[in-house]
């Protein structure tokens, strides 16, 4: 008799109990040195407001899922893929240098795992995104990753997306990423969180395959990006 391992133990459980299509998010957070202080604070706001609008929105605190990836000084696998239901916003800790490169690597890894694991208990799910936001400039090894973001867009494998805050090298996150990278307007984090969750929560109101327009994130008052 074949064993499960306990991924795929919990996974049936976890499919089980809620078998409602899937909207993954992977957030891919700069925590280097830079980001000490008031950026890194701000960012928590808004990764609390982000929980809280899903939670208040019931088909997607069950259809969105988050995970978070850290980079500063290493590469961190912070939180793994849970429900908006599930989420409890880490506490960041600002330290070292930006291995954006291998941050970028190890989200998208996580993104082709979590589709595996959709694909085997027979989940539907939207394309997935990956969200980075980044002060600073890559210390490590960030060009092998530009093909496979190019490559995975190209398939429509996920949606990625680039926020520079201030300090950020914008061009080289031009290279990276296929959408136009936004700059953050000052700190509105908290701004950005709830646009990313009023996206989500769109889509996770849509079929799986069909193409949602997303707010202008410059326009408005509640606008939060400038390009």
Request: net charge negative; aromatic share 8%.
């Amino acid at each position: 008799m074949e064993q499960l391992s306990p991924e795929n133990v919990f996974g049936t459980v976890e499919f089980a109990e809620n078998p409602e299509p899937r909207v993954p998010c992977v957030l891919i957070l700069d925590t280097s040195t830079s980001m000490a202080g008031l950026r890194l604070d701000e960012l928590s706001k808004g990764l609390e407001l982000y929980r809280a609008e899903l939670l208040a929105d019931p088909l997607a605190s069950k259809r969105v899922e988050i995970a978070i990836v850290t980079f500063g000084g290493t590469v961190t696998r912070l939180v793994d893929f849970v429900t908006a239901d599930a989420f409890q916003p880490p506490k960041l800790r600002a330290i070292g240098g930006t291995p954006m490169g291998g941050a970028i690597k190890e989200a998208l890894d996580m993104i082709e795992q979590r589709k595996a694991s959709y694909r085997e208990h027979g989940v539907a799910y939207y394309r997935p995104w990956a969200f980075m936001i980044t002060d600073g400039e890559p210390n490590d090894h960030w060009k092998p990753v530009v093909s496979r973001v190019q490559a995975g867009e190209e398939k429509k494998s996920f949606c990625f997306f680039a926020v520079g805050v201030e300090g950020a090298k914008m061009e080289i996150l031009e290279q990276i990423s296929v959408r136009k990278p936004l700059w953050l307007d000052g700190l509105k984090f908290c701004e950005m969180f709830s646009w990313l969750s009023n996206s989500q929560q769109a889509v996770s109101r849509s079929s799986p395959g069909d193409e949602v327009p997303l707010q202008d994130p410059t326009a408005g008052p509640s606008g939060w990006a400038a390009i």
